[in-house]
């Protein structure tokens, strides 16, 4: 058994959530809320004078559907970043706990734990970009609340094994988080599911990439209703907005585009890493499950300037352990891949 409420902070455990007037009524004369009765000085059919529903819940459940689990699994946050803020607020106290990470991985959990004054744990992935798992429960503590796991991985691009993620699922001693933003991309099976047989695993998703909401800002952590009830209480009382509500909505009309743009850009990545491929300058392009490609290439730094000067933006991921002389580029629509290849030609020959 994981007792979720041991590894809770005490002060969220005996934290009296703030009630909004939505969470009581959201029908009838609504004098309550101190809202402007007369209403937007702009046409609109959402009510926009009102504010939204604190748990949006028909949205929650279009969402539960969709991946298969119930709408108590499901938080919805802005963006990916409000539900890895939360996380730490809920399970990390300041000054004393701490996160591990897998670098190269995701810059936001380490933002997100300096911000909250958390310690941050490194264990490096291989050389493959894969796990290394025994030396994750080695690094592991009492104070290792969280365990932060990006597969498809950001900026590596490729899919963290299912064997692996499983088995720190398991053996670590704290939350598990899967993020997996890129999922949709990848021919391996989402974890979301596994949050029925797992207490302690968090599985994040978003509507920026395959739904390509990106400007919506709206995330999703699955999970189990246990920390799904924390989540919903430290958060903000109206976090997501009737605009973002909405529109999330309206994508489960048509599905069917949204699986045609992803196997656009699923093509779209195997002709591009195929290019790349071709170019005596790159010295390796990294397998891709996701909707860009990590690539080495001689003189990344220059090559990356020098193609911001030809208007064409590409990620410097240099920096990062195990990326010397990588970038990474988003697979664009066909014109823009072809505008970039054709640009890095000039540049490299």
Do not use: W
Not at 161 to 170: C, E, G
Not at 282 to 292: D, E, G, I, L, R
Request: hydrophobic share 40%.
């Amino acid at each position: 058994m994981f007792d979720i409420d041991s590894f809770v902070r005490d002060n969220i455990r005996k934290l009296t959530p703030y009630r909004s007037a939505r969470d009581d009524f959201d029908s009838g004369t609504l004098l309550d809320a101190n809202e402007n009765s007369y209403g937007a000085p702009l046409r609109n059919s959402l009510d926009l004078h009102r504010y939204p529903s604190p748990t949006q819940d028909a949205l929650r459940q279009k969402i539960a559907d969709y991946r298969g689990v119930d709408l108590e699994h499901i938080f919805l946050g802005v963006g990916s970043d409000e539900p890895i803020d939360l996380l730490m607020r809920i399970f990390c106290e300041p000054g004393k706990d701490s996160i591990l990470i897998t670098p190269p991985t995701y810059g936001m959990y380490k933002v997100a734990a300096n911000i909250n004054n958390v310690a941050v744990q490194e264990v490096l992935l291989t050389e493959k970009f894969q796990l290394r798992t025994d030396e994750i429960i080695e690094e592991a503590n009492e104070n290792s609340k969280l365990l932060f796991l990006c597969s498809p991985n950001n900026p590596t691009a490729n899919d963290l094994k299912r064997t692996d993620l499983l088995k720190l699922v398991a053996k670590f001693k704290g939350i598990v988080v899967v993020d997996e933003a890129y999922i949709d991309f990848s021919r391996q099976e989402s974890m979301a599911q596994m949050v029925r047989q797992y207490p302690n695993l968090v599985v994040l998703q978003t509507f920026s990439k395959a739904f390509g909401l990106a400007g919506i800002r709206l995330g999703v952590a699955i999970s189990n209703p246990d920390i799904i009830n924390y989540m919903l209480r430290v958060k903000a009382p109206y976090n997501i907005n009737k605009l973002t509500a909405d529109t999330a909505l309206k994508v489960f009309d048509d599905m069917e585009l949204m699986k045609f743009n992803i196997n656009a850009i699923k093509d779209e990545r195997d002709y591009v890493a195929e290019q790349l491929s071709h170019s005596n300058a790159v010295t390796k392009v990294y397998p891709s499950n996701a909707n860009f490609i990590l690539f080495k290439i001689k003189n990344a730094k220059e090559v990356y300037r020098q193609l911001a000067e030809r208007g064409v933006i590409v990620r410097y991921r240099g920096n990062e352990p195990l990326c010397e002389d990588c970038l990474r580029v988003t697979i664009g629509m066909p014109d823009e891949n072809v505008k970039f290849l054709k640009a890095l030609r000039e540049i490299v020959g």
